[in-house]
């Protein structure tokens, strides 16, 4: 198993631009979950999904949007890159543990200039 | 949201123990985990412990809560330099499978 891919791994994008982050996993897993990484400000959810079809708002959603067509994909869009935006974005799953736990992807390291 | 509180830094000796802290909000989280973050890398589960234990040890781990103070600590026993790393408290909110995550605790060990 690959578990959890993201791409791309760098990105430099100028205010205004657009861009896809995708992420896959291949463990089955219903939950699928965004978050950014901030020096200092731990991760912050941005959005998930409780399945193909259903996604949710977390804590920061302001500036992005997602869609779940499948089970293994969860793709997180920047319609108009802002400077507020450089960070490093995880993407995440789990499954039906009942300890929850949360399989990470290696990251994407966004700037917005 | 609540913040979960963790401190930015910790520097030991290697060989020494690491004892990191953590202050959770929600007192009827079912589990509180710890992950680690190495440089350039995605966060991977350390262990967690569920909320009707009061200890849990995994070889070099050991972890405590105290659910009234809603503080949890990670100890690592004879710190080695491969522990550097930024560790992560999370406990679990909003009904189950997310996450809320503290600020991180940043290892550093030196020889």
């Known amino acids: 198993n690959a578990g959890v891919t993201q791409t791309p791994k760098f990105r430099i994008l100028k205010i205004g631009q657009s861009m896809t982050l995708q992420c896959a996993q291949d463990?089955?897993?219903?939950?699928m979950y965004w978050y950014r990484q901030d020096p200092g400000m731990g991760l912050k959810l941005i959005y998930y999904s409780v399945g193909a079809g259903i996604t949710d708002k977390g804590e920061v959603p302001n500036g992005y949007n997602v869609s779940r067509s499948t089970t293994e994909d969860f793709p997180l869009r920047l319609e108009l890159a802002a400077p507020s935006q450089t960070s490093v974005y995880f993407c995440?799953?789990?499954?039906?543990?009942?300890?929850?736990?949360?399989?990470f992807g290696p990251g994407t390291r966004l700037t917005v200039t | 949201g609540e913040d979960v509180e963790q401190s930015l830094f910790l520097s030991v000796r290697e060989g020494d123990s690491s004892v990191i802290n953590c202050t959770y909000t929600?007192?009827?989280?079912?589990?509180l985990y710890w992950y680690k973050q190495e440089p350039g890398a995605g966060l991977q589960l350390l262990t967690y412990i569920f909320s009707n234990m009061d200890m849990k040890q995994d070889q070099r781990l050991t972890v405590l809560l105290n659910k009234k103070d809603k503080h949890l600590s990670l100890r690592i026993a004879d710190t080695q330099t491969g522990d550097s790393a930024i560790y992560f408290c999370a406990e679990v909110t909003g009904g189950g499978n997310k996450l809320t995550f503290g600020t991180g605790t940043q290892l550093k060990v030196e020889l």
């Open positions: 929600d007192s009827s989280s079912t589990y």
């Open positions: 463990m089955n897993h219903n939950y």
């Open positions: 995440a799953s789990s499954g039906q543990e009942l300890s929850y736990e949360q399989y």
